[in-house]
């Protein structure tokens, strides 16, 4: 089975501080994703990558960056933290070449005081 | 982003009874996949059901089936012999020419016994 893992289920940070959600998926899949979901809006794509070292905005950007040194693994990072990305954080990855299902981990949430 | 619309917050069902959720999509491209996802309470996300446009026949699996009516840009959802089990919040997503996923606000759906 597919395994997407994110490191923390559960993280409260403050104002101003630097976050880092890492995500790491084991099935060799090029493509990875960092969605946010808000009750009410479902989720939105933040960040995705095709390929090591490749990332592409999505509807969402401002406020985060991400990193992909190696295939497997993909960083969600909040440069300075507002009270505004409190939120659901969810990780997804999948191969090239399928229907394009998503395969999520079980989410971080995110709490900024 | 392409528009995801689930018109419904919440809904409830009885336990062996059957329940309809509505999705409506905006696209202008003429393949792409619709995919129903379940979340349950504090778990991640899984694929319930997907659909290429291409295809006419309609999607089924086990007790969840799909009406795609491709004209109309509508992707609804039937639960038939609802269980405990799904309980869930339920989204419709689009996918269409690249891998990024577009989720509607999510269906919150109760079943109760």
Redesign the interface.
């Known amino acids: 089975d597919v395994k997407v893992t994110q490191s923390s289920r559960y993280l409260v940070k403050r104002t101003g501080e630097k976050v880092f959600l890492e995500c790491v998926q084991d099935m060799d899949h090029e493509n990875m994703f960092w969605y946010r979901q808000d009750p009410g809006l479902g989720l939105r794509l933040i960040y995705f990558s095709y390929d090591v070292k490749m990332k592409e905005k999505g509807d969402i950007p401002e406020g985060y960056s991400v990193s992909r040194e190696k295939k497997e693994r993909f960083s969600l990072i909040l440069e300075s933290a507002s009270t505004n990305q409190t939120s659901m954080y969810l990780c997804a990855s999948t191969p090239t070449g399928n229907t394009g299902e998503l395969f999520f981990g079980e989410g971080s949430r995110l709490t900024v005081l | ?1 392409q528009t ?1 619309t ?1 018109s419904q ?1 919440e809904m409830s069902v009885q336990e062996a009874e059957t329940v309809t959720l509505s999705c409506t999509y905006d696209t202008s491209e003429s393949n792409y ?1 619709l ?1 129903w ?1 379940k979340q349950p309470p504090s ?5 319930v059901i ?1 659909q ?1 446009a291409y295809k006419q026949q309609n999607a089924t699996e086990n007790r969840f089936s799909v009406n795609f009516q491709k004209a109309a840009k509508s992707f609804s959802l039937k639960i038939s012999d609802s269980q405990l089990g799904d309980t869930a919040m339920y ?1 419709c997503a689009f ?1 269409g020419g690249d ?8 269906t919150t759906v109760t079943v109760r016994a």
């Open positions: 982003a995801v689930q917050p996949y995919f996802y778990r991640q996300m899984i694929l997907r290429e989204f996918r891998y990024k996923l577009s989720f509607g606000a999510g």
